[in-house]
């Protein structure tokens, strides 16, 4: 793991107390991690016109998007296990974005409409996730990070919604396709039909992902 010695100067002793708590030990104290939920979506910006026609614009600026990151670090302690980690991130539905339909960007989130209609019908996300754009923009920000982090931060893997842990490519929306009732029963549905949605489609991504952070190529 890179050190990050200028922002975090105790991060081995931090990592050796993570280690033995996974090995059920204690050193000297149990791990703490101090951090406010969803702390980097609590407030958006205007829209600069002169730099962005769109918010879409400015979600896909990747140097805007570090820029805010390492701006939001500078100067700043992290306690205990706290570390410093930016995560690439179009949004809380972008893995759904990966094998159909567009995302619908506001200030801090986005949103996914949903494309699958019947669940007996799964045609509509026969695509190639690598080819989508979100993929693509999230791969290229991630080899961003990873070129200007240094001993400065960390860069972890796009997060997985709730959907694609699932692994079902479903949009998170109430009272529509993609809740929670409608996951299960997607769900419920490829165990019958094992060959309704190929499942390795499904985990390609994330391995992708992990690829470009291991400096591997794991596409399968």
């Given amino acids: 793991m890179t050190p990050i010695q200028q922002t975090k100067p105790d991060f081995a002793r ?10 059920q030990a204690v ?35 990747t140097d805007y998007q570090l820029d805010s990151f390492e701006q939001s670090i500078a100067g700043k302690a992290f306690h205990a296990e706290t570390f410093p980690v930016f995560s690439p991130n179009l949004g809380p ?48 920000m991630t080899h961003a990070a990873l070129a ?16 694609a842990r699932r692994r079902v490519p479903l949009p998170r929306r109430r009272g529509r396709p993609g809740t929670r009732h409608h996951r299960t029963r997607a769900a419920m549905v490829m165990r019958r039909k094992p060959g309704s949605m190929p499942q390795d489609l499904l985990h390609r991504p994330n391995q992708a992902f992990d690829g470009v952070l291991t400096g591997f190529d794991m596409r399968g």
């Fill in 14 to 23: 931090c990592l050796e107390r993570i280690e033995a708590w996974f090995h």
């Fill in 27 to 61: 050193l000297d104290r149990p791990p703490i991690r101090f951090y406010k939920h969803n702390a980097q979506f609590d407030a958006g910006e205007p829209l600069d016109r002169a730099r962005w026609d769109s918010l879409e614009q400015r979600w896909f600026d």
């Fill in 93 to 140: 539905s972008v893995y759904s974005a990966f094998y159909a339909g567009r995302l619908e960007f506001a200030e801090i989130t986005s949103w996914y409409e949903p494309v699958l209609k019947d669940l007996d019908d799964w045609s509509v996300l026969q695509r190639d996730p690598f080819e989508s754009l979100y993929f693509k923009k999230l791969e290229q």
């Fill in 148 to 163: 200007r982090c240094h001993d400065r931060y960390w860069v972890r893997r796009v997060h997985e919604p709730d959907a």
